[in-house]
């Protein structure tokens, strides 16, 4: 499985777009990357995942750059709510998540 | 997305106790089900993962006698922390998948986890 980076933690202000970044110069071919979310004392959400394509949800955009050695989750308009750590995972299909150290998001009112 | 829960939602039991935690697919059939491990300021760690009906694959360093996981239906999976000490107190997450297309890329549903202590 590829190896990632990301920043320990940011913050964002309320209503302002927060941009994840996360490198994962080592993912091979036919891995997504998936980004999750935790918050506080709760399982982990599902967000949104992509190969090669950037994609959009009701929740999230994710841009993945050309040569796919990175990626950044957008959350157009932070809330307080979207505080929580978030991961981002390179998966094949038949793969396991393997949680890293996340990035930890506090959104500020 | 689909739903999955975990009970109990916490637990305290004495050392020496065994702990059931269940993990159901409410509204799907998960064909894989996972229990991750998680201390207080840690990432989650996988655990175990377990296909219905077979025997679970443990990650290495985890205890299988410890650490009982079955999956005996593609809605349940369960695992019962034997011999409890002090050190198995964790949030313990469970999560499920179910094959979706072609690609058999799946999404992962975690439930609530389950906050275990052990006196």
């Known amino acids: 499985d590829a190896k990632t980076t990301q920043p320990p933690s940011m913050d964002c202000a309320e209503g302002r777009a927060a941009n994840l970044p996360c490198n994962h110069s080592t993912i091979s071919g036919n891995e997504y990357v998936y980004w999750y979310r935790q918050i506080h004392s709760q399982g982990p959400q599902y967000i949104i995942h992509?190969?090669?394509n950037n994609e959009t949800n009701e929740m999230a955009s994710l841009i993945i750059t050309e040569d796919r050695k990175s990626s950044t989750l957008i959350l157009p308009h932070a809330t307080l709510r979207d505080t929580a750590v978030y991961y981002c995972i390179p998966q094949t299909g038949a793969n396991n998540l393997f949680f890293g150290t996340g990035t930890r998001l506090t959104v500020i009112p | 997305g689909a739903v999955v829960s975990q009970h109990p939602s916490w637990v305290i039991c004495k050392s020496g106790t065994s702990v059931k935690i269940e993990c159901r697919s409410l509204d799907f059939q998960a064909t894989t089900m996972f229990w991750y491990r998680q201390f207080p300021k840690q990432s989650l760690m996988l655990m175990a993962t377990?296909?219905?009906?077979?025997?679970?694959?443990?990650e290495q360093g985890v205890e299988k006698d410890k650490f009982l996981i079955n999956h005996a239906s593609l809605t349940l999976s369960t695992l019962t922390v034997t011999s409890a000490h002090p050190e198995d107190s964790s949030f313990y997450i469970c999560?499920?998948?179910?094959?979706?297309?072609?690609?058999?890329?799946?999404?992962?549903?975690f439930g609530p986890g389950t906050r275990l202590t052990v006196l």
């Open positions: 999560s499920a998948s179910a094959n979706a297309g072609g690609l058999g890329i799946r999404e992962q549903f």
């Open positions: 992509g190969l090669k």
């Open positions: 377990s296909n219905e009906g077979s025997k679970a694959t443990y």
